[in-house]
């Protein structure tokens, strides 16, 4: 019976669209969610292998932007630092369901469930000193089953990275040792090194289903 139940289980296969925003935090905009936000749009493939786990595989195309204008900090507005880039992202995920879910169907399952994922990436920001990046994205979400193909979905992902010259604004941008007293007043407490930048997507997604492997296994749908 067990390896009835591992032959005859069912997988699916989904492509999805997103549609959103992105935003950056860092020594511009250390704290303030969704502020300068950018138009963002991807797309993604999920594969189920269960009720309650996924993988899956996306591509952002989106911009980050910042200025020290729009904050009410008068070294801010002293330092008179902007910036704005485009971004690509390519992500790998593993994803979690709270609920037992599975697009399109009734059987044991609900109709929509919370979940979070998480995994690795590669972004690539087009105007900085240091285009290339791995990242840790961690995504929370809802999704919803409308149809026996159709899910939408909303999700608000974090992404981690080791980088501090998102904004092209480090503390190790300049060498103070070298520099003057009056050059080193100019710099001092320009950036902070050792806080990295992060940066975020928030939007919606559709998903439609391509295919479903395998054939009904009353076991399995428990």
């Known amino acids: 019976m067990v390896n009835g139940v591992f032959l005859y289980a069912q997988k699916t296969l989904e492509g999805g669209l ?3 925003g992105t935003y950056y935090l860092g020594e511009i905009n250390p704290s303030e969610q969704c502020h300068s936000i950018e138009p963002a ?3 993604f ?24 204008q729009a904050f009410t900090s008068k070294y801010q507005k002293l330092r008179n630092i902007h910036f704005n880039t485009p971004v690509l992202e390519m992500v790998a995920q593993a994803e979690f369901n709270f609920l037992p879910y599975k697009l399109g169907s009734k059987r044991y399952t609900s ?8 995994g690795i990436g590669f972004l690539l920001v087009s105007n900085s000193i240091s285009p290339y990046n791995i990242t840790i994205p961690i995504s929370v979400g809802m ?6 193909k159709l899910e939408l979905g909303l999700e608000w992902s974090f992404r981690k990275t080791f980088s501090d010259y998102l904004d092209n604004l480090s503390g190790r941008e300049y060498d103070l040792s070298t520099m ?7 710099y001092k407490q320009n950036a902070f090194y050792y806080d990295k930048d992060w940066y975020s997507f928030v939007g ?3 998903t439609y289903k391509i295919f479903q492997s395998g054939s009904p296994c009353k076991a399995y749908d428990f």
Do not use: C
């Open 143 to 148: 999704k919803l089953s409308v149809s026996k």
């Open 111 to 118: 109709p929509f469930t919370p979940y979070f994922a998480s």
């Open 18 to 20: 997103l549609l959103g």
């Open 45 to 68: 493939v999920r594969q189920n292998l269960n009720k309650r786990w996924a993988i899956r595989a996306s591509f952002l195309a989106g911009a980050l932007s910042a200025d020290d």
């Open 180 to 186: 003057k007293t009056s050059s080193k007043l100019k």
């Open 204 to 206: 919606i997604f559709i």
């Open 41 to 43: 749009a991807g797309l």
